[in-house]
């Protein structure tokens, strides 16, 4: 059974609660109390120590769920834990839920025999019951009659996600006025209040989406004003007609984003499922749950009917494919769905529609690019379960029925299930309106040599089939019914290409003067590395761990870390792989870390600060690290290290998990290699004195372009300040890099300005020994390098870190380079 110990300030409070569960819930359960401070326990406080003896007291084979009440006593749990044995520690939950609703529902739950992680999870409800009673779920909101309105067309590549949707409810609570947002050409759209962040979010607006603004009340024009002038300067334009054909100059291809080389042409072929009208209400909902299980089950089944199929040609692709089975069987998302369907009596259609697009927002929120292009899958997957729910064929199928000869295919994204679902025998080549070199679609894209760009106008969702397409994917020219002149041209350059990956020449690259400079890989994922050892990096020098974090209710064990770490260094052959530690907190909250709220969490507990507060997780993550470094080149890096005392703290933790492996006589890798992000102006300016306590600088100039030019990442308003080629930024480098070599460390540079061809002659000029970079950039930036002198780049960089502006750099490597 398990076990449940009560952490609270006060004695007296804990004492009552444990009657209270005692009442509630019959059957005696191993419960204890941890409460109040001094030697009778009276005053006002949380005890680790008492704590621990609590849990000694409650432990046995099932675990133990630890409810708190205030911030303290998190803290005091935490330690407690680092008081406990390894073999204890990885059955003990630390559960944010609230402490008297919390208890009694765990209570009941561990009564009734539930294991460990059920039983944290359904205290975590506990409120729900009392929400529904006080609050109860309003009606959907209507737009009044009478109300105005404008039209606009979403024209930025990641729609109305979470930062511009955040800031147009700040802007619409200054107005006296009723907002509702609806997408009117979306069957089935809901009406989204525009007060409510999670309503506008799960809105699930897209890129070329036409959206309607109403607003009704006395500031009704003022606010309509206001919101016009937002979304025309940072989401949108205003919609004044319906879509046209795109328009081209003649003899002008139109340039989109690269994804796959090659070069193709044929008819068009538009791929845009509808999404399906549902209804909100099930009148019978434990047939509704039936049905839902059911149409996963189709999913999954036409899922792994495409992993195989992709198997014999691209196993490593079918591995991403075969992922999506993943989300189908995520028990968070069956979770929520049995609630929304069985307790609140929703239909099957309506809550997944609902519930996936929450998951979907939450993935579009995300900074990482790589992460965030995710998002792509799940939308793929929330129309196979839509078609199986409502007994469609899926249209992927009936395209390739229909279809007499191949085609090229026009897709508002290329999703993965796109890509793997259509044979290769109807398949030329692929356009869609959004998608990124680092999306899974484009990895398999890539994989089957087929031609494939992005970034084109939505109105091609509406070229007919009389429409001829030609496009290039390697260097992302789209041709609308080209002449006969221009198909001459695009045989020529068919003939030409070459799709292969293999001649392209192996690194270690150089510059034509003969010096090296290092092309790492950032990656996220198993696949990524998977991809960055395809695209031939010679390293990964940035491998996020946070994917193996997110979407959980509890942290990964040691022993799945260490898997996947070995994973990925299979993955790369012996090249060496920096991992980063868990780089959460703030603006990337996971569930199992409790915080405090924060007014800016971009300047709070994020980073290494986080990890140096979570020593149980930073614990299980350094050790993971450590053994699986055993056989493979892993090497250490820590983010957000800001002061010397963070670095200082940092290495001795790590000391301290070798000393501990060395008793437990586990084989691991020491001394292990240990980097340091510089990504704080602070962390710049005192290189010199980080320098010597590791063996590599990498510069993140993400976050110390936002923290050196105060503007926040991904802010709408401030892209302008945004540019990582401001001479400040260029300075903090050149400072870092000179720093680093006078110590004998090498300094790399991963974020987006690595995997900008025009900032590569101003890093190979400041000296730059490496950079991380996104894999699909390995071929453009290796060919600049290969093409650049770095003696002239040396000469000329000095000039460019006297210059004033982000925009006067680059106009200086542009000149640069097309002097070389």
Not at 646 to 655: C, G, K, N, T
Request: proline content about 7%.
């Amino acid at each position: 059974m398990v076990g449940l110990v009560i952490v609270s300030h006060s004695r007296r409070l804990a004492e009552a609660l444990l009657g209270l569960t005692a009442q509630v819930c019959p059957t005696p359960i191993p419960v204890r109390v941890a409460a109040g401070a001094g030697p009778d326990h009276a005053e006002i406080g949380t005890d680790a120590t008492q704590i621990v003896e609590a849990i000694q007291e409650v432990y046995g084979p099932d675990g133990v769920v630890v409810l708190m009440d205030l911030g303290s006593a998190i803290l005091s749990a935490e330690t407690a834990l680092d008081l406990l044995p390894d073999d204890w520690r990885k059955a003990i939950r630390l559960c944010p839920a609230p402490l008297v609703e919390g208890a009694l529902s765990a209570a009941v739950q561990i009564g009734s025999g539930q294991k460990l992680d059920a039983v944290c999870r359904e205290a975590c409800r506990a409120l729900d019951a009392k929400l529904v009673q006080i609050e109860p779920e309003p009606p959907p909101p209507s737009v009044p009659p009478g109300a105005l309105e404008s039209l606009f067309t979403v024209t930025k590549p990641h729609g109305l996600h979470a930062r511009p949707a955040a800031r147009l409810v700040q802007l619409i609570a200054g107005f006296r006025a009723e907002v509702y947002f609806r997408r009117p050409k979306s069957p089935g759209s809901r009406v989204a209040s525009g007060r409510s962040l999670t309503s506008l979010v799960t809105l699930g607006a897209r890129q070329g989406d036409v959206i309607a603004v109403s607003t009704s009340g006395d500031d009704a024009r003022q606010a309509l004003d206001a919101i016009r002038d937002f979304l025309r300067a940072e989401l949108a334009e205003e919609e004044l007609a319906e879509p046209s054909q795109p328009q081209f100059e003649a003899g002008r291809p139109f340039g989109a984003l690269p994804l796959s080389p090659g070069v193709a042409w044929g008819p068009a072929y538009v791929y845009d499922p509808s999404v399906p009208v549902v209804d909100e209400s099930a009148a019978d909902p434990d047939a509704e749950w039936t049905r839902f299980l059911k149409a996963v089950d189709v999913a999954k089944e036409a899922i792994r009917a495409r992993a195989k199929s992709l198997a014999a040609c691209a196993p490593a692709e079918a591995e991403i494919v075969e992922t999506h089975l993943l989300t189908l069987e995520d028990p968070v998302i069956l979770s929520r769905m049995r609630d929304s369907i069985l307790a609140s009596r929703k239909a099957a259609g309506w809550a997944w529609g609902n519930v996936i697009d929450e998951v979907i927002a939450s993935y579009e929120s995300l900074e990482d690019p790589y992460l965030r292009q995710r998002a792509a899958d799940l939308r793929g997957i929330r129309t196979q379960v839509h078609q199986a729910l409502t007994d469609k064929t899926d249209s992927r199928d009936d395209f390739a029925r229909a279809l007499s000869q191949p085609v090229i295919v026009i897709a508002r994204e290329s999703s993965p299930g796109l890509i793997a679902g259509l044979p290769r025998r109807v398949l030329l080549g692929v356009i869609s309106v959004e998608g990124q070199p680092t999306s899974h679609g484009a990895i398999i894209a890539r994989s089957l040599r087929i031609p494939a760009v992005s970034g084109v106008p939505a109105s091609f969702l509406s070229l007919g089939p009389e429409t001829v397409i030609g496009l290039d994917g390697a260097t992302g020219q789209v041709w609308l019914n080209p002449d006969a002149e221009e198909i001459r041209e695009l045989g020529r350059r068919k003939g030409e290409s070459t799709t292969s990956l293999e001649a392209r020449p192996p690194g270690p690259w150089r510059t034509r003067d003969g010096e090296r400079l290092e092309i790492a890989a950032n990656a996220g994922s198993v696949e990524g590395a998977r991809v960055a050892a395809l695209e031939q990096a010679e390293a990964i020098g940035l491998l996020r761990t946070e994917f193996m974090y997110l979407n959980r209710l509890e942290p990964p064990t040691e022993q799945e870390q260490i898997a996947t770490l070995e994973e990925i260094a299979a993955a790369m052959t012996g090249r060496p792989v920096f991992v980063r530690s868990l780089d959460v907190g703030g603006d990337k909250p996971v569930p199992f870390l409790p915080r405090l709220p924060e007014q800016n969490p971009y300047l709070g507990v994020r980073g290494i600060r986080l990890s140096l507060r979570s020593r149980t997780v930073f614990r299980h993550q350094i050790r993971a690290v450590l053994r699986a470094g055993a056989e493979n080149d892993l090497r250490l890096m820590l983010p957000m290290v800001s002061a010397l005392e963070d670095l200082v703290r940092s290495r001795a933790f790590i000391e301290e998990c070798h000393r501990e492996l060395l008793e437990e006589n586990l084989a691991h890798r020491w001394p292990i290699p240990l980097a340091v992000m510089i990504e704080t102006p602070s962390a710049a300016l005192i290189a010199a004195s980080l320098a010597p306590l590791v063996d590599f600088l990498s510069i993140g100039t993400n976050d110390l372009t936002q923290y050196t030019l105060a503007a926040e990442r991904g802010h709408p308003q401030l892209s302008e300040y945004l540019d990582s080629l401001h001479p400040s930024v260029l300075q903090l480098i050149g400072k870092t890099v000179e720093a680093g070599h006078q110590a004998g460390k090498q300094v790399g540079v991963c974020g987006e300005i690595a995997s900008d061809p025009v900032a590569t002659p101003i890093l190979l000029g400041l000296q730059v020994d490496e950079i991380s970079i996104e894999p699909a950039a390995i071929g453009t930036i290796s060919r600049v390098v290969s093409g650049l002198s770095a003696e002239k780049a040396r000469d000329w960089a000095r000039g460019v870190l006297k210059l004033a502006t982000a925009k006067e750099v680059r106009e200086a490597s542009a000149a640069f380079a097309s002097a070389v």
